[in-house]
């Protein structure tokens, strides 16, 4: 008898957790994903900041899964869903296409940003959602204090950042370490006094999610960082040399980045449109909050779906993932899974290298002992030992020097031709 197949589509924590929760299962699991790596995404913006290599954060599929045997990994694009043949239309990487069989498909594709009808300001304002973003970004950052040297430093030296949770405020604090101690000595002819970062969102407080102790202590981390927090201010228009609030305020930015609304994958109206499943006025899929499904034999998970309204964030889809592989399991078995019940493990933000905030259950952590509770989730949910201890190393390098290990721009300076154009002879 075949065994059966598992398809899973996106390789984020809810699709990775599904296919190693079926190490030990009697299952082919296939693999599909854009990108040949995962990603751990609340890392992400200390790749921007030069303060981790993008290796360290992103491990390759094929190395994580390479003592699975029943797992397999392909490279591509999903266009679609056929769910009466039960297949997986793929563009595959050498551009050709392919149909993937499916017994069972897991979808976790994941979300995208969102300029909420104004797509024109990521020119100006660009996301920060996978890891070429974030490469780019970190060049981009790099580049403007190049800039400052022999331009106008308080022009160059000028950063917004769009998005008061999470992302927003460990991003803010990272660039305002990063300028004011990673980069001190190396920019002689800087001013740090130039520098001017502002973290501004239509919100009224920063890190909504949490309590607001914790907001308040976090705004006031910032603001000694020389953060100025702009709350309550909407964004009516961004362009190259800054950004203007609905209220009319200006504020000058020659780099601008974008950490606000997200939207699920536009794989979520694909499958609803496949299955006949509902979407959620943020685009996510309505699953069976029981087991996580959209029909008996197709799942979705992850911040593309909507199980009782769960944050998007990594825990959640963990443990979406986890829980689908164990109904995969118990069906091959004859029986029955347990319904799925999530376990709240709380929220957290890091604001500099020695302070974090952390909002669990009733613990309201900050400080020393909040960074101490930020550094041990992070590091238990990374995947691989290995960036594990390097992730460690740069950690405590940087808390102990102030320095970081990746201020690297990729693309190199090239000359401009200013040879003049003849008329012809």
Known sequence: MA????????????????????????????????????????????VATALLPAGD???????????????????????????EKQLVDVD???????????????????????????????????????????????????????????????EWLSFAVIGAGPTGVELAGQLADLA?????????GIDPRDLRITLLDAVPHVLPPFSEPLRKHARAKLEQLGVTVMTG????????HGLTTKDGDRVEARTIIWAAGVQASPLSRKLAEATGAELDRKGRVVVNPADCSVTPNI??????????????????????????????????????????????????????????V?????????????KAAW???????????????AVLANWGWNLLTGRRTQPIILETVQAVDRQPRGSGS
């Open 3 to 46: 065994k059966q197949r598992v398809v899973v589509v996106g390789g984020g924590f809810g699709g990775l957790s599904v296919v190693r929760g079926l190490r030990r299962a009697d299952v082919d699991v296939t693999l599909i994903d854009r990108a040949n790596h995962h990603l751990f995404q609340p890392l992400l913006y200390q």
């Open 57 to 83: 954060i992103a491990p390759a599929f094929r190395a994580i899964l390479r003592k699975q045997d029943n797992a397999h990994v392909l490279l591509g694009e999903v266009t679609g869903f056929d769910t």
């Open 92 to 154: 595959l990487a050498d551009g050709t296409a392919h149909r993937v069989p499916y017994d069972t498909l897991v979808v976790a594709a994941g979300a995208r940003d969102s300029y909420f009808g104004h797509d024109e300001w990521a020119e100006h304002a660009p996301p920060m959602k996978t890891l070429e973003q974030a490469v780019t970004l970190r060049s981009r950052l790099l580049r403007a204090f190049e800039h400052a040297v022999t331009g106008d430093p308080k």
């Open 180 to 188: 004011r101690r990673a980069l001190k000595g190396q920019f002689r």
């Open 233 to 240: 201010a909407m964004v009516a228009a961004i362009d190259e």
């Open 299 to 356: 799942f979705a998970i992850g911040d593309m779906a909507n199980l009782n309204d769960l944050p998007g964030i990594a825990e959640p889809a963990l443990q979406e993932g986890h829980h689908v592989a164990r109904v995969i399991k118990a069906r091959l078995a004859g029986t029955a899974a347990k319904p799925f019940k999530y376990l709240d493990l709380g929220t957290m933000a890091t604001i500099s290298p020695g302070d974090a």
């Open 358 to 370: 952390a909002d669990i259950k009733k613990l309201r952590l900050k400080g020393l002992i909040g």
């Open 375 to 389: 550094a041990g989730v992070h590091i238990a949910f990374l995947v691989g030992w290995r960036n594990r201890a």
